[in-house]
């Protein structure tokens, strides 16, 4: 009985600890299934934070962690990985190339890391910034591109 208390009490704070990031601060997280191209897959995870910085006053950032991978059987070349900030509160649009010129081995042998960050002016009432992910790769000669948000 004890044990079934404590898996409770874990779960429901584990819950609690979601909520809170997504009510204070602005959180999403990305774990998508893969882009499919003629024996390319592409994979990703993503985790995306928005909230105050610790030590600029009045200023807000927004961080954008993730990694990619090849699924697929045949190697892709020459990958670049932008994230584009969009910010509707402040008209701009950002785009950062956090990745360049990597190639991925086949069957997701390995993987790339990357992160991107945001700095802008705090908005009352708390307005968000859309992050969409793009990825470009040549395959048999050809760009190929895939966006996510």
Not at 36 to 56: D, F, P, R
């Amino acid at each position: 009985m004890e044990h079934k208390v404590k898996m409770l009490v874990s779960g429901v704070a584990v819950v609690g600890i979601i909520l809170a990031g997504i009510i204070l601060g602005g959180f999403s997280l990305y774990n998508l299934a893969e882009q499919k191209e003629s024996g390319v897959g592409i994979s990703y995870h993503v985790v995306c934070t928005q909230g105050a910085t610790e030590n600029l006053t009045g200023m807000e950032c927004v961080n954008v962690h993730g990694t990619f991978w090849n699924t697929g059987d045949k190697e892709v070349k020459n990958v670049t990985v932008t994230v584009i900030f969009t910010d509707a509160a402040h008209d701009r649009v950002v785009r950062k190339t956090v990745v360049e010129g990597v190639d991925l081995l086949p069957d997701g042998a390995v993987s790339v890391e990357f992160d991107a960050e945001y700095l802008r002016e705090l908005t009352i009432p708390k307005t968000l910034v859309d992050e969409t992910i793009q990825v470009n790769w040549v395959e048999d000669g050809q760009l190929k591109t895939f966006t996510t948000r």
